[in-house]
C-alpha cells in the first residue's frame, strides 16, 4: 500500500462519513479530503470547478446515498459529478465506488441503473462470479455482507463481473486494473449502520423477501463487518498498486 495518497471523497447524504477505510489510510498518512454534494447549493450554476482538479486526487472513493443516479432534476449536482467522473475516469485514475458510488461510475460510462426485481436491505449472501481472469481483483468465493438498495447498475462496457448472487445478478465489477464498484457495503461500520438506521424513515419504503426486520439489523454483532472491511482495504491497495 503506497503511503501518502491523496485521497477524496465523494459524498450524498448528511451523516455518512467514510467508512471503515478511514483508520486504514490514516495509518499509511493519506492525505483526506471530501465533496459534500448534499451541502451544495441546489438553485446555483455548479461547474466542474467546484471539484478538486484530477491531477490533485491520487484515489477516489464514490459513497452511497438515497438517491438515484437518473434522479438529475431533484439532484442537478449529479450531472456534474457525472461529468467530472468520466474525466477522471479517462485519465486512467484510481476509484472506488459504494452501492450508488458504483451506480454513478457505471452510469457516468453508459450503463444503465434502473430498479432491481427485488430490494436488498441486512446482510445477504454474495458468490464470486465464475470464470474471472487470474489478473483481476479476486475476492472469497463467499460473502455474507450488508446490503442496502432498490436499484442496480448494469456491468459498464469492457468491465468485469466479480460477484453476483440470485437476488442481484451484479453485485461488483472492475474496470481496468484500477476501478472497482460494489452494489454492497464492505465500507459499513456498526457506527455506520447505526446512522443509517436513525433514518427510519427510509426503511419505510424498504419490503420483501430479501429486506432484513430493523430488530434483527441492530443486533448485528461487531464481526459481522469485519469481513467486508477486510475487502475494502485489499480492494483500496488493489486499485492503487496498478
Same mark, same amino acid.
Given at each position: 500500500?503506497?503511503?501518502? =495518497?491523496?485521497?477524496?471523497?465523494?459524498?450524498?447524504?448528511?451523516?455518512?462519513?467514510?467508512?471503515?477505510c478511514y483508520d486504514f489510510l490514516k495509518a499509511h498518512h493519506a492525505?483526506?479530503?471530501?465533496?459534500?454534494?448534499?451541502?451544495?447549493?441546489?438553485?446555483?450554476?455548479?461547474?466542474?470547478?467546484?471539484?478538486?482538479?484530477?491531477?490533485?486526487?491520487?484515489?477516489?472513493?464514490?459513497? /452511497? *446515498?438515497?438517491?438515484?443516479? +437518473? @434522479?438529475?432534476?431533484?439532484?442537478?449536482? %449529479?450531472?456534474?459529478?457525472?461529468?467530472?467522473?468520466?474525466?477522471? %475516469?479517462?485519465?486512467?485514475?484510481?476509484?472506488? /465506488?459504494l452501492c450508488l458510488g458504483g451506480q454513478l461510475i457505471a452510469n457516468? =460510462?453508459?450503463?444503465?441503473?434502473?430498479? +432491481?426485481? @427485488?430490494?436488498?436491505? #441486512?446482510?445477504?449472501?454474495? /458468490?464470486?462470479?465464475?470464470?474471472?481472469?487470474?489478473?483481476?481483483?479476486?475476492?472469497?468465493?463467499?460473502? &455474507?455482507?450488508? !446490503?442496502?438498495?432498490?436499484?442496480?447498475?448494469?456491468?459498464?462496457? #469492457?468491465?468485469?463481473?466479480?460477484?453476483? +448472487?440470485? $437476488?442481484?445478478?451484479?453485485?461488483?465489477?472492475?474496470?481496468?486494473? +484500477?476501478?472497482? *464498484?460494489?452494489?454492497?457495503?464492505?465500507?459499513?461500520?456498526?457506527?455506520?449502520?447505526?446512522?443509517?438506521?436513525?433514518?427510519?424513515?427510509e426503511m419505510a419504503v424498504f419490503n420483501g423477501r430479501y429486506v432484513?426486520?430493523?430488530?434483527?439489523?441492530?443486533?448485528?454483532?461487531?464481526?459481522?463487518?469485519?469481513?467486508? &472491511?477486510? %475487502?475494502?482495504? !485489499?480492494?483500496? @491497495?488493489?486499485? $492503487?498498486?496498478?
Amino acid at each position: 500500500m503506497k503511503s501518502h =495518497l491523496r485521497v477524496h471523497y465523494f459524498q450524498h447524504i448528511a451523516g455518512e462519513g467514510f467508512g471503515s477505510c478511514y483508520d486504514f489510510l490514516k495509518a499509511h498518512h493519506a492525505k483526506i479530503t471530501a465533496t459534500e454534494f448534499f451541502a451544495l447549493p441546489v438553485d446555483l450554476p455548479l461547474e466542474l470547478e467546484a471539484l478538486p482538479r484530477i491531477d490533485e486526487v491520487d484515489l477516489l472513493i464514490i459513497m /452511497g *446515498g438515497t438517491m438515484s443516479v +437518473n @434522479d438529475e432534476a431533484n439532484y442537478p449536482w %449529479l450531472r456534474l459529478e457525472k461529468r467530472w467522473l468520466r474525466r477522471y %475516469l479517462a485519465a486512467g485514475k484510481p476509484a472506488i /465506488g459504494l452501492c450508488l458510488g458504483g451506480q454513478l461510475i457505471a452510469n457516468a =460510462l453508459g450503463a444503465a441503473v434502473s430498479r +432491481n426485481p @427485488d430490494q436488498e436491505l #441486512g446482510w445477504m449472501d454474495v /458468490g464470486r462470479a465464475s470464470h474471472i481472469p487470474e489478473q483481476c481483483f479476486q475476492i472469497p468465493e463467499q460473502l &455474507n455482507i450488508l !446490503q442496502w438498495h432498490s436499484e442496480t447498475f448494469e456491468i459498464p462496457k #469492457g468491465a468485469i463481473r466479480l460477484a453476483e +448472487n440470485k $437476488v442481484c445478478l451484479n453485485q461488483m465489477y472492475q474496470i481496468g486494473r +484500477n476501478v472497482l *464498484g460494489f452494489q454492497f457495503h464492505p465500507e459499513m461500520t456498526p457506527h455506520a449502520l447505526a446512522l443509517l438506521i436513525e433514518g427510519e424513515e427510509e426503511m419505510a419504503v424498504f419490503n420483501g423477501r430479501y429486506v432484513q426486520p430493523i430488530a434483527e439489523l441492530k443486533r448485528s454483532l461487531k464481526s459481522k463487518f469485519e469481513q467486508g &472491511n477486510r %475487502l475494502l482495504n !485489499q480492494a483500496i @491497495d488493489y486499485v $492503487v498498486s496498478a
